[in-house]
C-alpha cells in the first residue's frame, strides 16, 4: 500500500479528521477562562433542582422500531451487495417481504 | 489581537436564557415580544436558549420569592462564565410592591449580582432590547457606538439603569427618607 | 507531494477548514433566509463566526456525574465522522479527493455517527432532559436511517456501481438521477432533515419541552463543536445528495472538458456550492414553514411514507434496469 493509500484509508482519514477536532478543543483552550467549580456550578442542571444524576428507563416505542430498522437495514444491504449484476426476482422477493413487514407491523 | 478577537465576539452574540423567579408572567410576555419578528433582536445576534448552560445573558424577571432563592443562586452557579445578568421589571429591580411581604426577599440583587436593570410594570420590549443592547455596549465599542446613537435619537431617560446608577439612586433615596423622617 | 495531498484535503479542502467556512456561510444563509422570510431583518454575515469564537471562549464544564471521558470525546466522534466523510465526496469534480468501491456506504455510516454521539454524550451526561433528548435520537434514527439509505441505493442501483465519484461520472452527459429515481430524491431530501434534526423534526432538541436535549449539559467549546458537526453534515449530506441525484458539479452547457484543471475544479466547485445552497434553502422553508411533530408520529410516518416510496422506486428501477 502506498502512503497517499494509507493516508487516504477511512481508519486514518478519520483520526486525522479527529486530530482536527482537538485543534479546536485546544484553540478554546487557549481563549477561554479557567473553569472554577463555584457553588452548585458542577451539579446535573435541572431548572435548578436537586436530582440524582442517574440514567432513565427508556420506555418508548424504541424496541417495536429497532426491529423494523434491523429489518430494513438488512434487506437494504442485501439488495446493495451487488448492484452490478443482481438477480431481478432475488432482489424483488426481498422488496416484497420488506414491504409486507412493514405494512404488517403499522396495520392497527 | 486574539484578545480582541474574543472581546468582539462576546459582544456581538449573546445567548439569551430567560429565568422566572416569581413574575406573575407579565415581564416573561414583554421578553418574547422582544424576541419577536417586530423587534428582531437576532439582528444584534440574540437568541433564546433554552439552557443556561448555553448562555451569556441571564433575563430575570420577578421578585426574588423564598421558594425560588436557592434555585435562582444554582442557575446562576450553572452559567458558564463570563455570565451575565439583566433583571427585566419593576419586581425584579426592587421587588417592588411584594418587597416586604413575608415570601419576598426582595430584587434580583438580593441573591445574584446583576449587570443592568430594565424597570417597568410590564418594561417595554424596547426597553429591554435596549438593555441588552447596553450590556452589549460594555463589552464592545462598536455596540457602544450604536448605543450612543440611539441616545442621540431619542430620550432614553430612565429605560434602563447601571448598577451604579442603581447605587447611585438608592443612596439619595435613603438620604431623603432619612430626612423625611427626621422632619416628622 | 504523496502525503502532503491527502492531508491537504482532510486539514484544508474538503475537509476540516472548508467545512468549517462553507458550513458557517450557509448557517448564515439559513438564518438569514428565515429571518425574510418572518419579515425580519436577520443576522450580519459574521454572525456564527461570532457565535463559534464565542462559545470557544467561555468556560468548559463537565458536570461531576457525568461521565468524563464519554462527555468530552463525543463531540469530537461527531465532528470526526462527518470531516472524514467529505473526503469521499465530490465536491469539485465528478472525482472526490479519494475513492473506492463501496465508499457510498461508508460515507452514509460516517453520517450516522453524529446521531449515535449525541445520544451517547446526552445518555453519558445523565441529565434527565439529556436522557430524554437521547431516547429521542435514537427513536428519530431508526425512523429516518433507513429511508435515507433506501433512497441513496436507488442512483447505486441506477448507476450500477457503489462509489460516489462513479455514480456521480455516470450522470455527466446530462441524465441527473433525479429523472430515474424521482421519489428517491424526495424521500432523501425529508430524511435529510432529521438527520440534521432541523424542524419539523427536531424532536431530539425540542427547546419548548426538553430545554435542548442531549446538549443540555454542553457549553463552550464542545457546544460550538456540536453545532459545528450539524453545520459541516449539513454541508456534506447537501453534496451528497447534489452528487448522487443531482449530477454533482455537472451542469448543461458548461465545458468542463475544454477547460484547464484548475478553471474546471473552480467552476465545479461554484456549481455544487449553488445546488447546495438550494438545498439550505429547501431545509430554510421547511423551518420556517413547519412546526415540530411528535417523536411517534414521526417514526410511523417516516418508515410509512418514507419507507414505501423509497422501496418502490428501487423496485422500478431494478426491474427496468435487468
Known amino acids: 500500500m502506498t502512503a497517499s493509500g494509507v493516508l487516504y484509508h477511512p481508519v486514518t482519514v478519520f483520526a486525522l479528521a479527529m486530530f482536527a477536532g482537538w485543534l479546536i478543543y485546544l484553540f478554546g483552550k487557549a481563549i477561554a477562562p479557567a473553569s472554577h467549580a463555584v457553588g452548585g456550578k458542577l451539579r446535573t442542571y435541572a431548572c435548578g433542582e436537586d436530582v440524582k444524576g442517574s440514567s432513565f428507563p427508556t420506555a418508548y416505542h424504541l424496541f417495536h422500531a429497532a426491529f423494523i430498522f434491523t429489518l430494513l437495514d438488512v434487506l437494504a444491504l442485501v439488495l446493495g451487495t451487488n448492484p452490478g449484476q443482481v438477480l431481478p426476482w432475488l432482489a424483488g422477493s426481498y422488496l416484497v417481504v420488506g414491504l409486507v413487514a412493514i405494512i404488517i407491523l403499522f396495520k392497527d | 489581537m486574539l484578545n480582541g478577537l474574543v472581546k468582539w465576539a462576546r459582544g456581538k452574540s449573546p445567548w439569551v436564557c430567560h429565568l422566572n423567579c416569581g413574575s406573575c408572567n407579565g415581564c416573561d410576555i414583554e421578553i418574547v415580544a422582544a424576541l419577536m419578528p417586530r423587534f428582531d433582536l437576532e439582528r444584534f445576534g440574540v437568541l433564546l436558549e433554552g439552557s443556561p448552560r448555553h448562555a451569556d445573558v441571564l433575563m430575570t424577571t420577578g421578585p426574588v420569592t423564598r421558594q425560588i432563592r436557592d434555585r435562582v443562586i444554582r442557575v446562576y452557579d450553572q452559567v458558564a462564565e463570563p455570565k451575565f445578568v439583566v433583571a427585566v421589571g419593576t419586581c425584579g429591580v426592587s421587588g417592588a410592591p411584594f418587597y416586604p411581604g413575608y415570601n419576598v426577599l426582595g430584587g434580583v440583587d438580593s441573591v445574584i449580582p446583576v449587570d443592568m436593570y430594565v424597570p417597568g410594570c410590564p418594561a417595554r420590549p424596547d426597553a429591554i432590547a435596549y438593555g441588552v443592547l447596553k450590556l452589549l455596549g460594555t463589552l464592545d465599542p462598536k455596540a457602544d457606538a450604536l448605543v450612543k446613537e440611539i441616545e442621540s435619537r431619542r430620550d432614553t431617560t430612565g429605560l434602563v439603569y447601571t448598577p451604579s446608577e442603581m447605587a447611585e439612586m438608592r443612596q439619595a433615596n435613603e438620604t431623603s427618607l432619612g430626612q423625611t423622617a427626621a422632619r416628622s | 507531494m504523496q502525503v502532503l495531498t491527502p492531508l491537504f484535503h482532510v486539514f484544508v479542502f474538503p475537509g476540516f477548514l472548508f467545512l468549517i467556512a462553507f458550513g458557517l456561510f450557509a448557517s448564515w444563509v439559513d438564518r438569514k433566509l428565515v429571518a425574510k422570510m418572518q419579515n425580519r431583518v436577520g443576522p450580519p454575515l459574521i454572525q ?9 471562549a467561555k468556560e468548559d464544564i463537565i458536570p461531576e456525574s457525568a461521565n468524563r471521558a464519554m462527555f468530552a470525546v463525543a463531540p469530537l466522534v461527531a465532528f470526526a465522522g462527518v470531516v472524514a466523510s467529505a473526503i469521499y465526496v465530490p465536491m469539485w469534480s465528478a472525482q472526490a479527493a479519494n475513492s473506492f468501491q463501496g465508499d457510498l456506504i461508508v460515507v452514509i455510516y ?12 446526552g445518555w453519558y451526561s445523565t441529565n434527565p432532559f439529556a436522557t430524554i433528548g437521547a431516547t429521542r435520537v435514537l427513536s428519530q434514527l431508526f425512523g429516518y436511517e433507513v429511508p435515507f439509505f433506501l433512497a441513496c441505493l436507488g442512483p447505486a442501483l441506477a448507476g450500477g456501481s457503489w462509489s460516489i465519484s462513479e455514480i456521480t461520472a455516470a450522470q455527466a452527459d446530462g441524465g441527473w438521477f433525479i429523472a430515474a429515481a424521482p421519489l428517491s430524491f424526495i424521500v432523501a431530501m425529508i430524511a435529510l432533515i432529521g438527520k440534521l434534526e432541523r424542524v419539523p423534526f427536531d424532536i431530539p432538541q425540542a427547546k419548548t419541552e426538553i430545554v435542548s436535549g442531549p446538549e443540555v449539559e454542553y457549553t463552550g467549546k464542545r457546544l460550538a463543536l456540536w453545532k459545528l458537526s450539524f453545520l459541516a453534515e449539513t454541508i456534506v ?30 467552476v465545479g466547485l461554484i456549481v455544487l456550492a449553488v445546488k447546495i445552497l438550494l438545498i439550505v434553502f429547501f431545509l430554510s422553508l421547511t423551518r ?8 411517534d408520529q414521526m417514526v410511523e410516518w417516516c418508515l410509512l411514507w418514507l419507507g414505501i416510496p423509497a422501496l418502490v422506486n428501487l423496485g422500478i428501477i431494478i426491474f427496468t434496469m435487468s
Open chain 3, 110 to 121: 460516517l453520517l450516522t455517527l453524529p446521531a449515535f454521539a449525541l445520544f451517547l454524550g
Open chain 3, 237 to 266: 449530506a447537501s453534496a451528497l445528495i447534489a452528487a448522487l441525484f443531482l449530477g454533482g458539479p455537472h451542469f448543461w452547457g458548461i465545458p468542463f472538458g475544454d477547460m484547464p484543471a484548475w478553471l474546471a475544479g473552480l
Open chain 3, 288 to 295: 420556517a414553514a413547519l412546526a415540530r411533530i411528535r417523536i
Open chain 3, 48 to 56: 456564527p463566526f461570532a457565535d463559534l469564537i464565542k462559545l470557544l
